[in-house]
């Protein structure tokens, strides 16, 4: 299974940016998709996630209300819009594909990972 994510970019503080997750391969194997993050310094942190047969959706608290998750299974493509963008939130966001069917915070219950991408927001 392979996973691109892509979207990141520069944003100013209270903007929106919309980062995508597009999985190919054998995403028969992919029942749940995450997505983490991880500031400079910082160890990688639990965002958000979403199964893909009944939408079950969890979110870490510093991003409840500001993102949502949501999913195209007919692209097997998953979306995390943010919204209300804090400095904090300025990390390195990673896409992650889970074999179970719940959804999950723990990264090590997430078997594959894409590559990062970047969004920097700015005071």
């Known amino acids: 299974v392979q996973l691109q994510a892509y979207g990141g970019g520069l944003m100013q503080a209270g903007g929106s940016l919309r980062l995508s997750c597009a999985a190919s391969?054998?995403?028969?194997?992919?029942?749940?998709m995450g997505w983490f993050r991880q500031a400079p310094g910082k160890e990688r942190e639990f965002v958000a996630a979403?199964?893909?047969?009944?939408?079950?959706?969890l979110y870490a608290d510093s991003v409840r209300g500001r993102f949502t998750v949501s999913r195209d299974n007919t692209k097997m493509t998953v979306y995390l819009q943010m919204n209300s963008l804090k400095p904090e939130d300025t990390a390195v966001y990673y896409c992650?594909?889970?074999?179970?069917?719940?959804?999950?915070?723990?990264?090590?219950?997430?078997?594959?990972w894409g590559q990062g991408t970047l969004v920097t927001v700015s005071s």
């Open positions: 992650a594909g889970s074999q179970i069917g719940v959804v999950a915070s723990r990264s090590d219950m997430y078997r594959y």
């Open positions: 391969g054998r995403t028969f194997s992919v029942n749940g």
């Open positions: 979403i199964n893909w047969s009944g939408g079950s959706t």
